[in-house]
């Protein structure tokens, strides 16, 4: 991978270091591990020092030059043999015969003691600004170390990137974005070591193992280290004595070790040794390795049987309690025989920590004893990865075999979801229900999954009906109650039943300060966000997003991905729409290849996003997909799916079309009995700039929630050409948490008061809408007329808007449901006006990039 590697994450050192090399300055020491980015920094410095027309001196101390009397500067001076004293006088006189210079001293700590006494001496005599650099914790001659201890020169010690720094450098190397994981995990992997970091990414990339997927740079494997990297790791851990690399290898297969534990497998002197060796770090209570990639090449280099062998013996020192996974894995990759209800405990204990690769693994493990609820548990894990014909060839020979009534009405339960949420079939899914129903047993579940399907297919009346009930009854375990309060969250998030919302939040497990045990416990932060959007409670949506995005964020799998969504669909609901992007782009990444049913969820979000952000191009793919593909169990979302399509209409110019989705969308909800889904329709048709069809509906929802009421606002003021109360409604919705909503209050009232001649007044309401739409990202059609008002009406700018996106006459014709010559007659009048007479010229006209 030949990229260039600039040097980010340094301004303010590279600023302190070269004004420390400045002309009559004394200089510098740059102090820092192995592979921190000293010599780089330093070479940086001097390239500035360079421009200003000063010479740079470079001596180098290295291992091989070190015996050798002035080694360091070897090739630099030219200074014949003589005693030591004649020999350091003459290299410090053809040092001043080189100024003006700057002294670079590259890897101090290994110069030779001539070399220092010069070094020295130059810095005390002021011959010259001096840039040293040198290896944190590694012995110097004192008449280096001096040179900071006596206070002739500043230190300044360099410390490793943090995961901002690396993340943003990765991005500047491979020209993208990177997905934050993959990002995080390199940066854990290299300690923010930028040698380390460009050595490994260089060979991952190369591999195809880091790519870009939807323009999101990933990396989608376990990491293997190339041979360069490889060389310089052995170079750092050095020849070990067998019993020395017998802690090394310990820690490398199962970190963190108890230090009582690893001093009973290895003994208390090679364990100390190992720390001083700089390979093991310990806090007196367990050992980690010093450096995460050492573990990386110590289990490259150890055979296959060693490694079980040692894998072994750690694992028998473990307890089961209060985690039975480090102890499980460990077995399951050693020599001592499985152990099949442990692996079942392990693979319970990772699903709740949402690390469903792991759990998989573990439970397969489990289920080859052929024990059912191994299995059972083997099944879940596969259909939360996608893996849903897996999945179903396990829950119906189960199904099918299983000796007692309540195994087989778990595994009709179980292809119940799987049929529905991960394979999108609806029907099979209801006679597995209908199968679970007629063995009489497990009837909580079955009644919990009943809510679940009649949710799916739009049916709010079971939920709102039994749900409430069931959510007091005794459920018999998380499932159940995960299920319940998912059912009757979504319910009493499209009708605007606030009360019910918390309740079912709280009987799910998903409140301030907890999460849900399960998977589809994301489901149910899914509903919850929705239902503090459509209520005008964002705050709380962010709330409970932020919990369960902190508790998937550094997993593998589709855990985080369900994370980002629920997070992303959280800033939607704030009106920010900037961070909404950065959330769902990164989750579309992960999702779009796959067939896990949050895609569905993720594209008809981030369309949205992309179209309130005024990215029309980069919408329209997510629109059509929305328009042209639907998962059955997503019914209740179908007001969302038609507003996505209004706003990517809305971003294409296309004004009619995106009313009529709006409208279209308020109308469903309706017909669903979902009002608080309708009110956020009418709003939407508000701000595209329709107030008339959404004005006597509104009124009759007012009393339904804080947005009905802003909303209500909204079309009054709209309807009314009152810029002071539109900018009022601005005010109210950014109270409110909708900052997209009110950008577009402000820019009506800028709109409107400019049309009423009140040129001031409409300057400070667009100044409104530009603050707004900073705060938001948001790039609006009400923001467009406000910040580049056009002598149009609002039929011509909607055909040259079109127009100038590239469609022909023909095309906008059909879009507008109107004729070619209609469209000719208002391209020709629109031209007139804005004194255009090409097409081409239309897209400057309108500030369409």
Known sequence: MERSWPLTGRDDELRRVAAAIRPGAAGIVVAGRAGVGKTRLAHEAASLAEGRGVTVA????????????????????????????????????????????????????????????????????????????????????????????????????LAPLDVVETTGLVARVLGGPVDSESARRLWVLTEGSPLYLRHLLAGEVSAGRFAASSGIWRWTSEPEISPGLADLLEQEIGGLPPKVQDVVDVVALAEPVAVPTLSALTSPDDVEEAEGRGLVRTDGLVARLAHPLYGEVRRAAMGTLRARRLRGRVALTLAEEPDPIPRAVLTLDSDLPPDPQMFLRAAEAATRLYDLPLAERLARAAAATAVPVARLVHAATLSWLSRGEEAEAILADLAGSAPDPGTRAQAQLYRTGNLLFTMSRPEEARQALAEADATGAAP???????????????????????????????????????????????????????????????????????????????????????????????????????????????????????????????????????????????????????????RFRCRTLLAMALAQAGQATQAAPHVSGVGAERHPAYRIFEPDDLLARAWGAAAEGSRTESLGHAVAAAHVARECHAPAFEVLAWQTAVQLGDESAALPRLEELASLSPRAVVALAHARAWTADDGAMLCETAEAWTRLGDLVAAGDAAAQAADVLRRQGRQGSALSAAALAERLAVRSGARTPAYAIAVRPLPLTVREREIVELAARGLSNKVIAERLTVSVRTVEGHLYRAGHKLGVSERTALPAVLGIE
């Open 444 to 598: 909580f579940h079955v009644a919990a999954m009943s809510l679940a399907l009649a949710v799916a297919a739009g049916d709010l009346t079971p939920a709102l009906t039994r749900g409430p009930r069931l959510l007091h009854d005794e459920l018999p375990d998380d499932l159940a109650r995960i299920l319940v309060a998912s059912a009757v969250s979504a319910a009493a998030a499209v009708t605007g039943e606030r009360a019910l919302l918390d309740d079912a939040a709280d009987v799910g497990g998903l409140t301030a300060d907890r999460v849900p045990t399960v998977i589809p416990g994301f489901g149910l932060a899914d509903y919850q966000v929705l239902g503090g959007r459509l209520a005008g409670t964002p705050d709380r949506a962010d709330v409970l997003a932020g919990r369960i995005r902190a508790a998937s964020a550094d997993l593998p799998g589709p855990a985080r991905l369900m994370g980002l969504v629920v997070a992303g669909h959280a800033a939607l609901a704030g009106g920010r729409v900037r961070d909404a992007l950065i959330l769902l782009r990164e989750a579309w990444a992960g999702l779009s290849g796959s067939g896990h049913e949050f």
């Open 58 to 157: 470079w001596a180098h101390g290295s291992a091989a030059a070190r015996p050798l009397p002035l080694g360091a500067f070897a090739g630099l001076l030219d200074v014949p043999a003589g005693d030591a004293a004649e020999t350091i006088g003459r290299a410090l006189d053809q040092l001043a015969r080189m100024r003006p210079l700057v002294l670079a001293v590259d890897d101090a700590h290994l110069i030779d003691e001539h070399s220092a006494i010069v070094l020295h001496r130059a810095v005390e005599r002021r011959l010259a600004p001096a840039l040293v650099t040198l290896r944190s914790g590694e012995p110097a001659p004192g008449t280096v170390t001096a040179l900071w201890k006596d206070e002739h020169l500043p230190r300044l010690d």
